[in-house]
């Protein structure tokens, strides 16, 4: 039986909001886990550019993906947590005001992209971010207040980047093989089917209700990962803590499709490399400890198939320190006001 670490229970969607919100890491005693503070959002204007308006749900939809994975990886939030989050609230908050300033220099070409461009660009976001799942991706709009009309204008804004990096700031040598090759690499990686990836990981599960309630799981979750790393086998903690239904096995899953997960633990198994002990990660009812055997990766399209994207990107990236200089003048004549 699957518990919490599956989709079934998406950690951070139901969190998301109030973390957004919440205050600065107070100093708790003892460690504890922060509790939720509820939903504090009164200013929803992050930023001004040229006196267009870019929303706080706008940001939202942005970091909420990458905030649950943080939010599952540090349970105590922390000193830690609250620094990667500030890290990707403004770093997106950034790419966002750029787009802005794109968009007023550029905005008659915008409605010329065909709504069937601009629904492929949802698709590719719901593909890449949200691993397929077009049921979770409804539930993250929701979740920030955003309707799917007004995402797929968000779309048509970076659809109307990535064309402007791809077309201006001069010519570039054309590509070399190797260089195509070595883009389609990482592009093959980035841009696979990632509800065919499959996963096999040791696991040990503590459930928050056991023992001595969530403070104390946490704890023991904490000693064990300590356990492993001073070289304690897995199999053996995996067998007297876990509570997972796979104790006597080890704690061994084996193939186990990444539609079967949560989301932020999909990332956190398949977005990374190596064999690292991962945990305690937190989920809605308790603490997980990972150990990744074995990654399968979904495919992507072929090399031939997809040869005209990775023409257009490494010419792309070649141009970039000509746009990167067009940007630094951009964004000095333009007329920005953070408000967060």
Do not use: C
């Amino acid at each position: 039986m699957f518990s919490s670490f599956t989709k079934a229970i998406t950690f951070g969607i139901a969190t998301v909001l109030p973390a957004f919100a919440q205050a600065p890491p107070d100093g708790s005693p003892n460690g504890k886990i922060r509790s939720s503070q509820g939903p504090q959002l009164v200013n929803k204007i992050a930023a001004k550019v040229n006196g267009d308006v870019i929303t706080l749900n706008e940001l939202m939809i942005k970091v909420a993906p990458s905030q649950s994975v943080l939010m599952s990886r540090y349970p105590r939030r922390g000193a830690t947590f609250q620094r990667q989050l500030e890290e990707l609230k403004a770093g997106i908050l950034d790419e966002l005001i750029d787009r802005a300033i794109i968009f007023t220099e550029f905005k008659d070409r915008v409605r010329s992209f065909p709504d069937y461009q601009i629904e492929n660009e949802v698709k590719r976001v719901v593909q890449n971010v949200y691993n397929g799942d077009e049921e979770l991706f409804k539930k993250y709009l929701k979740a920030t207040n955003l309707t799917r009309d007004q995402f797929k204008e968000q779309q048509r804004k970076e659809l109307l980047v990535q064309i402007v990096r791809a077309q201006q700031f001069g010519d570039v040598a054309v590509p070399k093989e190797n260089e195509l090759r070595e883009e389609y690499d990482r592009w093959s990686i980035t841009n696979r089917d990632r509800a065919k990836d499959l996963g096999t990981y040791r696991r040990i599960y503590l459930h928050k209700s056991r023992g001595g309630g969530p403070f104390s799981q946490l704890k023991l979750a904490e000693d064990i990962v300590k356990k492993l790393k001073n070289g304690e086998d897995f199999n053996d903690l995996a067998k007297r803590y876990s509570n997972g239904s796979h104790a006597e096995q080890g704690g061994v899953w084996k193939d186990i499709p990444r539609t079967d997960l949560a989301m932020e633990f999909g990332t956190l198994l398949f977005e990374t490399s190596g064999s690292e002990i991962m945990g305690p990660l937190e989920d809605q009812i308790g603490f997980n400890i990972v150990q990744v055997m074995e990654r399968k990766l979904g495919p992507a399209k072929a090399f031939t198939e997809a040869r005209e994207e990775i023409q257009s990107r490494v010419i792309s990236d070649k141009k970039k320190s000509n746009y990167q200089k067009w940007m630094k003048k951009m964004r000095a004549r333009a007329v920005i006001k953070k408000m967060l």
